[in-house]
Every structure is written in structure tokens, then in C-alpha cells.
């Protein structure tokens, strides 16, 4: 059965300082991955999708991940963050046509 | 453009009473629909997915049911709310299996 693993479940990070939030997950099989964003008392939004073809996928608001099948990994990074981008986070994975989530990164950005 | 509605954004509810969450979707038909359930540090939880009208998978056994009387609504119930589900609840469609999710913003569910 496919997991998704978010090790860390909150990340403080200086405005204007590159962030990196960790995402793993566990699959024998050809894999979907998603990033999706949570904003307070709202909806998840996607911020990006790896579904095949070139293993680093730009998304919204200036976030990218990198798809590193041989670590099973998909970070998600952004090389300036920006008071707007605190939030939390949520790694996400196909499997059996439903959509599996981590338990989400919490991103604090710190003036 | 499609759009996903879903009420209210608010409920508090005594211990024991019913419950009925309405989700509709529009700009589509024959949508993937998912029920998923937001507690504090535990991720989002599926609950419940639908593939067509009268289609409910239910992913965890629990005090809550699901309907889908026509293509677009999507209906969370229960008889009779416990303590353990206050949460914050989310509706969501996709295109088809394995596609990306589109949410509605949620119902903040308090049982007191």
C-alpha cells in the first residue's frame, strides 16, 4: 500500500530565506504525487502535481518539487518565502484511484 | 468553470443529535466526490468516495454515512453525533481516479 511520510511537522523560516519541506512516500507501482496548500479555515488548493515526464514539476507561487524516484521522495522548495506563504502543507499520493495525504507541514515565517 | 459548494461553514451540535452535510459541485458531470475529515496533527483522513450516484466507498468504519442522490450533491449524515467527530470536514471532486482534488472550504463541526 502506497504512504505518504511528512517528517517534519512544522518548519520555521526567515521572509526571504529558501525553504524545503520533506516529503516521502512508500510504492512498488508507477505513482501520482500533489502538493496542496492550506490557508486558515479554508480549502486545500493544489500547488503543483507530478504525474509523469520530467522529475521537477513548478507549480503556484513560486514553488517547485523533485520527483527522486530511487529516495521515493517529492520535496517541495521555494528559494524566497514570503510572509503570504505561511500556511500549511500537504504532500499527497494516488493510490487505488483515491488521493492518500501526510499529515502536513506547518511553514512559519518569521520576520 | 467548475466550482464546489459546500455548507454551512459552521455547525455546532449537541451530543446525540443528527447530522447533514451538503456538498454540490457545478461546470461538471459525473465527478469523483470524497468526504475527507481534518483533525489537528492527524492529516486529512478519506471517509468516504463516490464514483457515480448511488456509489458510496466508505474508507473507515465509523459513526458517519454517505449518499449521492444525484450526479453533483454529495450528503455526509449521521444519526447521532459523538464527542469524536468534531472536526473540520472537507468535500472535494475530481475528474477521474488518480486526478488532482478540488476542495470545497470546509465545515468547521464542533459536538458539544
Known amino acids: 500500500a502506497q504512504s505518504v511520510t511528512q517528517l517534519d511537522s512544522q518548519v520555521p523560516v526567515f521572509e526571504e530565506a529558501p525553504v524545503e519541506l520533506r516529503c516521502n512516500y512508500s510504492?512498488?507501482?508507477?505513482?501520482?504525487l500533489f502538493w496542496y496548500v492550506q490557508y486558515p479555515n479554508q480549502g486545500l488548493q493544489l500547488l503543483l502535481k507530478y504525474l509523469s515526464g520530467s522529475t521537477l514539476v513548478k507549480g503556484i507561487n513560486g514553488f517547485e518539487a523533485e520527483f527522486n524516484k530511487s529516495q521515493t521522495s517529492f520535496h517541495l522548495r521555494k528559494p524566497s518565502v514570503h510572509i503570504s506563504d505561511t500556511a500549511e502543507y500537504f504532500c499527497a499520493v494516488a493510490r487505488d484511484d483515491k488521493i492518500i495525504f501526510g499529515k502536513g507541514t506547518r511553514l512559519h515565517i518569521l520576520p | 468553470s467548475q466550482t464546489i459548494h459546500q455548507w454551512p461553514a459552521t455547525l455546532v451540535q449537541p451530543v446525540g443529535s443528527p447530522l447533514s452535510l451538503e456538498c454540490t459541485v457545478e461546470?461538471?458531470?459525473?465527478?469523483?466526490l470524497y468526504w475527507y475529515r481534518q483533525a489537528a496533527g492527524r492529516g486529512l483522513q478519506l471517509l468516504f468516495y463516490?464514483?457515480?450516484?448511488?456509489?458510496i466507498s466508505s474508507e473507515v468504519p465509523q459513526n458517519l454515512s454517505a449518499s449521492r442522490p444525484q450526479d453533483r450533491q454529495f450528503i455526509l449524515s449521521s444519526k447521532k453525533l459523538l464527542l469524536s467527530d468534531s472536526g473540520f470536514y472537507l468535500c472535494?471532486?475530481?475528474?477521474?481516479?488518480?486526478?488532482?482534488?478540488?476542495f470545497g472550504n470546509g465545515t468547521r463541526l464542533t459536538v458539544t
Open positions: 463516490s464514483v457515480g450516484i448511488g456509489q
Open positions: 510504492s512498488s507501482v508507477s505513482v501520482y
Open positions: 472535494a471532486w475530481s475528474i477521474r481516479p488518480n486526478s488532482p482534488l478540488h
Open positions: 461546470g461538471t458531470s459525473n465527478p469523483n
